[in-house]
């Protein structure tokens, strides 16, 4: 009895072997792609868009590049979204992330070739995966009891951090900047609180760190241009009204004098609600929307610095940072919080007036000036930057420490061969397996850097086999080295979102037996 065709024309399905290897290949095809940006010696990638002015960015980072992509095989999408969401969740690894998945799947692959049950595999590696951790969880250091030196670990892991991307040169100076930066946090991970401008012109030696806050605009004409003992009225308001504000509105007058008299009034009104903000005894009015000129001079006449047309994200940040809260409505000023600062003055960075509020009440506020040859390149440099400060900010929380350059892979790949002896059946083959897939990540490091990673990574393994070793790739001299002597770290968080990510994401692909593609929705239909 044939069975009449169940879906609809044009839509397709792939069953068994199929389905698997066509999700294997697109996941397998979307590691190999950013494998190449892992580790200090990575290389960079162009994406070009096709929109409008055909944009250009130039990045190293997993998740940019995996974001810009439009890609069309599902389990493709799948490791698109774990490395956004480790973006996202610790800010760095989102390359190792994507390159262990594939890993993991190219090493399935082959176990579903030698016909063993994938869900014999799912359970191998989830056994792997808690093995790996526990081994990872011996071996870390906390050094939280002492300032001294967690913050020379903060400085480590963010001088790792940056070695991969385009800071690398001038790496102590921006780790500098991103742990002084969170450190003033004091702990908590909202990075709204420090601010990054990004100036073209000079070097990337010439970024700085400044406490305060700078706003992006110039200080209006005939204007005090240094405020000291500021208080600061954060709004969103209309200070336009010069016109007739009902739309649609007409008014019949019967002489010039009547027009000139619906003026005045308008004039009037203008004048009262500025009278109502000057009545909250402030010296420094900052408004998201246009000022007109005649408020602009009433404000100036009573020596109050009014700034126009800051922009959303730098007001809401300015509310922040001073303590001040967004008022919109001015009859009742004793529940509206006004901001303070010490100071308010016009500073000038390369060819730019900029206002810098310093002194602010929210001590953890700070604001990083990036500059650099080119738009691409402060870019980057923000990425890089951002990056660093997500995970220090996760480090200060969570402060345990692992080694970098490949150690943690190491360590726990001879955990997991430990754990394959010993365990009976199938699912030892799948342990071992994941051990292969961890070995890959110093593998493609030391590939990157064109040395012979074959060579390496079994020194490598014959160092680990003797007890605490330190040992991991050093990329540089391009031999194995001790990591804790070159100061290469990482924070234990990230390592453990890439292995428990890359897992998870693995076994959701292995488990795919079939694919659906939806038929395209017909125009004519609709008729």
Request: charged share 30%; hydrophobic share 45%; with cysteine.
């Amino acid at each position: 009895m044939a069975v009449e065709k169940l879906f609809k024309d044009e839509a397709t399905e792939e069953k068994g072997e199929r389905a698997r290897m066509a999700s294997f290949v697109g996941a397998m095809a979307i590691a190999d792609l950013v494998k190449t940006t892992l580790g200090p010696k990575g290389m960079d990638k162009i994406l070009q868009s096709t929109g409008r002015g055909h944009s250009v960015t130039v990045t190293n980072d997993g998740a940019t590049i995996l974001k810009s992509l439009h890609i069309d095989s599902p389990a493709a999408k799948v490791l698109i979204d774990i490395s956004k969401v480790q973006d996202d969740e610790v800010g760095d690894g989102t390359t190792s992330v994507v390159v262990l998945a594939g890993e993991l799947l190219r090493e399935a692959e082959k176990l579903v070739g030698s016909k063993i049950h994938p869900m014999t595999i799912i359970s191998g590696f989830r056994m792997a995966a808690d093995c790996a951790r526990k081994a990872l969880l011996d071996r870390v250091k906390d050094n939280k009891d002492d300032a001294e030196k967690f913050r020379s670990d903060l400085m480590r892991i963010a001088m790792t951090t940056l070695s991969s991307k385009i800071l690398s040169q001038d790496k102590e100076h921006f780790a500098k900047l991103a742990v002084d930066a969170v450190m003033r946090l004091k702990g908590s991970t909202n990075l709204e609180a420090i601010q990054i401008i990004k100036k073209a012109g000079g070097s990337l030696k010439d970024s700085f760190l400044d406490e305060g806050f700078i706003l992006d605009k110039k200080i209006g004409l005939g204007q005090p241009k240094r405020i000291e003992n500021a208080n600061i009225l954060v709004a969103n308001t209309a200070m336009d009204t010069d016109k007739v504000k009902i739309y649609g509105a007409r008014v019949r007058v019967d002489s010039m004098a009547k027009v000139a008299q619906i003026e005045g009034a308008e004039k009037e009104k203008m004048r009262e609600k500025v009278q109502k903000i000057i009545g909250h005894g402030i010296n420094c009015f900052v408004n998201r929307q246009l000022i007109y000129n005649f408020p602009e001079e009433l404000f100036a006449d009573a020596g109050i610095l009014a700034i126009e047309h800051a922009d959303f994200e730098g007001i809401e940040r300015l509310a922040l940072v001073t303590g001040g809260e967004i008022a919109s409505t001015f009859d009742n000023p004793e529940s509206v919080k006004l901001g303070h600062c010490k100071l308010i003055e016009e500073i000038m960075i390369g060819e730019d007036k900029l206002i810098h509020f310093s002194g602010v009440e929210m001590g953890q506020a700070c604001t990083i000036v990036l500059r650099g040859a080119s738009f691409h390149v402060l870019d980057e440099a923000e990425r890089s930057l951002h990056d660093a400060l997500c995970v220090l900010s996760q480090t200060v929380n969570d402060s345990r420490v692992l080694l970098g350059g490949g150690w943690p892979e190491m360590v726990m790949a001879k955990a997991v061969d430990e754990l394959a002896r010993k365990t009976p059946g199938k699912k030892s083959h799948a342990i071992e397996a994941f051990s292969r897939a961890l070995i890959a990540i110093p593998t493609t490091i030391a590939d990157n850097a064109g040395l012979d990673s074959a060579e390496l990574v079994a020194q490598l393994r014959a160092e680990h086999h003797k007890e605490d070793s330190n040992a991991g790739i050093d990329v540089i001299t391009g031999t194995v080295g001790d990591m804790s002597e070159l100061g290469i770290s990482e924070a234990f968080k990230v390592k453990q979102a890439v292995l428990l990510s890359a897992t998870e994401a693995a076994e959701m692909i292995l488990r795919v037996d079939e694919i659906i593609t939806c038929a395209p929705r017909r125009r004519e239909d609709r008729m």
